[in-house]
């Protein structure tokens, strides 16, 4: 099991830019596959990003590809979420998500993820 922790999150306006962090304690980090779910009032909770173990390979939600980055620093346990362009609908309470699983395929659903932090709420004024 990983505890995790997200930062990072505020109050912006549309256009600006948030880098959200989320570190990692207890089990070796490097051994999971991360990811960033989001969840809006009243909507389901939805994928936003993945990032393999090593960091080398990454997969984004149609929603957020070319405006969204994920990244990982293993030396130093945490994910990171950079944030560009941000629009309205992007307001949700933002939570990381750490796998073991791995394999060729990528892990797009929440329960395929084992541990989860407390989230961070965005909120995107227009």
């Known amino acids: 099991q990983v505890q995790l922790v997200e930062s990072g999150g505020g109050l912006v306006q549309a256009g600006d830019s948030l880098r959200l962090s989320c570190a990692a304690s207890g089990r070796t980090f490097s051994a999971y596959s991360m990811g960033w779910f989001r969840q809006a009032p009243g909507k389901e909770r939805e994928f936003v990003a993945t990032i393999r173990r090593t960091g080398g390979s990454t997969y984004y939600a149609d929603a957020v590809k070319g405006r969204f980055t994920i990244s990982r620093d293993n030396a130093k346990n945490t994910v990171y979420l950079q944030m560009n362009s941000l629009k309205p609908e992007d307001t949700a309470v933002y939570y990381c998500?750490?796998?073991?699983?791995?394999?060729?395929?990528?892990?797009?659903?929440?329960?395929?993820?084992?541990?989860w932090g407390q989230g961070t709420q965005v909120t995107v004024s227009s």
């Open positions: 998500a750490a796998t073991v699983r791995f394999g060729s395929r990528w892990y797009l659903k929440d329960y395929e993820y084992d541990d």
